[in-house]
């Protein structure tokens, strides 16, 4: 729909429901940015996400200004980057366990893996070792089936929540075991948050005593945000490294010239253009956030279409960055598209996995720190030596996941360039 209506907004007739979609950088900026205040985070499709976070920094108005004003001075890259020692030292401990089934010449569950990984650091530098790691392994996959469970409500927005559709039951089981890690952890820090900079504190110093459920609404959003958006984009790089072996022979070289065999280090990554193009052009094809829906607040004509009161817009990055008008052969993976002279003049809404204007996602520097690091300290070690499946395509949820379960095969990089390994 995106390509025939070649950034025209359009009206989609689903229907009793029938939203705009967006897709022109120049409407989407206008929108996100120029006048975001018109545009909210209302409406059908964001029932099941609020009835998960709450009136946090996932929701709008008075109670997201809130949330946002004391989580920004957590995220800004001044503090991301004051952080990155630790950061990089949390991620190579959790790299350091593939070392086992690596060893044992076992598949390497992807998904469950990456998660991990993205855990064991955000819990421990973001979160101030306040949940266990138990915990944390109990939070993934609830996680991932709140992400599943909604694609019915997905479909049919129009339909209230008293109708049961499928995916209702796995949502509230998921729910139920997100809120019994969370209410707990509230209540044991709601009146003695301590001094420390980690989210939970923040949080319960702003809010604890008097706002227990704002807290625990945030704690969701950010445990939600923090490590669903870079476990799931990693999770994508594999098979497309599989399926484009100059693309990552190119990626490996970049690494061992510029790592070598010590541990990953901050201050590495400024030497690594090219595994930065690499996410970015991963993000292009497969933006975590695929899908940003707003409500209408007042009438308005953009682009020469009259988008009424209350009706909602859809704006998509992962269809915007697959439109022909915008990108050379769009559905190809294609890193250099992202260097320095293939970027120039290119519209700041043409490329936007991380949203734009006031609601902007605030862990944007997190997101690029951790991702390079992760996809650093395992090349630097291993070799990708085989990936089920060798292509992966998309399936709908709340975020953009691989439809098949993706499995890969690493090597030890000395091992696997003695043997010639791919």
Not at 30 to 56: C, D, K, M, Q
Not at 76 to 93: C, G
Request: net charge positive.
């Amino acid at each position: 729909m995106g390509r025939r209506a070649d950034g025209e907004i359009v009206q989609i007739n689903l229907g009793p429901f029938r939203p705009y979609l967006v897709t022109r950088p120049d409407h989407l900026q206008h929108i996100l940015r120029g006048n975001a205040a018109n545009y909210t985070r209302e409406g059908v499709f964001w029932r099941p996400l609020h009835r998960l976070f709450g009136h946090s920094i996932m929701s709008d108005g008075p109670p997201w200004e809130r949330s946002r004003k004391v989580l920004q001075p957590v995220f800004t890259a001044k503090n991301v980057e004051s952080l990155a020692q630790r950061m990089a030292d949390a991620i190579a401990d959790g790299i350091d366990g593939l070392a086992e089934p690596v060893g044992s010449g076992r598949p390497i569950d992807v998904p469950a893996e990456m998660a991990r990984i993205v855990n064991t650091a955000v819990v421990k530098i973001f979160f101030g070792d306040k949940i266990s790691m138990a915990d944390t392994e109990r939070l993934a996959p609830a996680f991932n089936a709140v992400g599943t469970s909604v694609v019915f409500r997905y479909l049919l927005p129009f339909l209230p929540g008293s109708v049961p559709v499928p995916g209702d039951r796995a949502f509230h089981g998921a729910l139920r075991t997100i809120d019994d890690i969370v209410v707990p952890l509230v209540e044991r820090y709601r009146d003695r948050p301590g001094d420390g900079d980690d989210i939970v504190s923040v949080l319960c110093r702003a809010g604890g005593h008097d706002d227990p459920v704002w807290v625990r609404d945030n704690l969701v959003a950010m445990l939600a945000t923090a490590t669903e958006t870079t476990a799931g984009a990693l999770t994508w790089l594999w098979p497309l490294l599989h399926s484009h072996r100059d693309v990552a022979a190119r990626l490996r070289e970049e690494i061992d010239r510029v790592v070598g065999g010590e541990r990953v280090r901050p201050e590495h990554l400024a030497s690594l253009p090219y595994t930065k193009q690499v996410v970015q052009e991963v993000l292009r094809l497969f933006p975590v956030g695929w899908l940003f829906p707003r409500m209408v607040v007042a009438e308005e004509n953009v682009g020469g279409v009259r988008l009424r009161r209350g009706r909602t817009v859809l704006i998509s990055p992962y269809i915007t960055h697959r439109l022909p008008a915008l990108w050379d052969r769009p559905d190809e993976f294609d890193p250099d598209r992202f260097s320095p002279s293939r970027s120039q003049g290119r519209h700041r809404y043409a490329y936007f996995p991380f949203g734009g204007g006031p609601h902007q996602c605030i862990g944007m520097y997190v997101f690029t720190m951790e991702a390079h690091l992760i996809i650093a300290g395992i090349l630097s070690r291993y070799r990708q030596v085989a990936c089920s499946p060798e292509v992966a395509t998309p399936r709908m949820g709340a975020s953009l996941r691989p439809r098949q379960h993706v499995e890969i095969v690493l090597r030890p990089a000395r091992e696997a360039g003695r043997e010639g390994a791919a």
